[in-house]
């Protein structure tokens, strides 16, 4: 392959996919030292359909959740649309349905990762309005990804009929106005074929309009064996994310959330995390070789980015901009100064300290219902904020840091990177109460601090609680 293929600062090392909206490339950013997927759409014809596409390109781009693919760049030109985005190894779940037949474990994880970024998009008023299965991409590290949000739709506008997909809510199918019951209706969908093994509205693998619209799906109980059912919870919030009517769906994604950690909770320990281990055998090879990239002449031309790509990278940016512009002497003095302060480091990791996050420890003894979102996960993710709060930007690394939080040089791995922080995180509860426990290690130094929490206390009331906490260790 020509080592030399470029889109603006990225270089194209292979295609990854290929499909009727679009390509997706393998890209490496050399000025951030990482991979990056590239989709590249074709743009619709009508300048106010361009326009359309370009503004939901950009929403998207403001959204920042480890649940949802990342995107970095937009970068358009007369005829295309190419997006940069975070590079997720492993494989989406379409091609995980085609080999698997999931475990319960792996349909709750699966379901939940998905609801909970669609609970992110919802705060930014986004729709997905195309959450189908290759649009959830499962990573190397366990955990749910979605992608594709509104782009596909907006630049496919014409093309793309209902009557191509296999997973459509009634209205849009219609053409009525969507919102978040649209998406969940879809997610109702994919449980469903998650359970079941097929498609709840569809014929010889297309979609049934005429079932879709006028007839219920056939009962759980017809497809799956009487020892393979699953909880009464999960079979009812199936039946009601599948209501034609939105007014009859759940209005947001707190109740969805709430049956799947519920479920969660009566499976045993190892089979909630099946996920990883049955999807593994899925994942797509990463090749030495390359294949040869075919980009549009135009884009590759006279594309041009529509975002600061470096917008999150501002101190790298001036520095470099000042290295060239001063003169060579005051550049050296400066730069020594810097090395010896330790502040060249800070700048060149764009301000953002390293924190190495253990496995969190979440231990419930006895019959206690701690609040919905009480996880390992989330107890990461408020000591996260609340150390942040003190530190400013964090880069969190190892076993415990949530997806996507993990910034180092590729072939790192996280235990190589010295982080400046390292955090243990642990819940300890018995039918009484609980015991959150925080240890910061720096410079070998421990120190930890504890918050009794209640369980019958609100999620805002042990997010403070957490949160005193971690300030005792942040002063």
Known sequence: MSTDTRLGPYRIIRLINQGGQGSVYLGYDRRLQRRVAIKVYTLPGQRAARKQCLREAQLVAAIHSPKVVQVYDVIDSPE???LVMEYVPGCDLEEFLSAVRPSLGSILAICADVAGALAVT??????HGDLKASNILISDTGRVKLTDFGIARVAGEGADTAGSRTAVSPEQCLGRPMDIRSDLFVLGCLLYRMLTGVQPFCRGGRLDTRMLLEQ???PLGELISPEMMPPDELVALVDQLLQKDPAHRPANTHAVRRVLRRVAREIPLAASHSLLEEARPCFRREFSEDMPPHLPRDLLRDGRSRL???????????????????????VLAAVAALAATGALVWVLRGGATPVYVEQPVLQVHGDISLPDEVSGTWLVEQTLAAVSESMGPLHSTGPGAPAGG????????????EADERLRIGLRCTAALCVYEVSRERGGVAEHQQAILFPDRSIARWRQLIRSAVAALYP
Not at 308 to 330: F, G, I, Q, Y
Not at 406 to 417: D, F, I, N, V
């Open 406 to 417: 993990t910034l180092y040089a590729p072939g790192a791995e996280p235990h190589q990177r």
């Open 308 to 330: 600061d790509a470096e917008a999150e990278h501002r101190p790298v940016a001036a520095l470099r901009r000042w290295l060239v512009e001063s003169p060579v002497r005051t």
């Open 216 to 218: 219920q799906p056939v």
């Open 80 to 82: 295309h649309l190419a």
């Open 122 to 127: 919802r705060q930014q008023r986004i729709v």
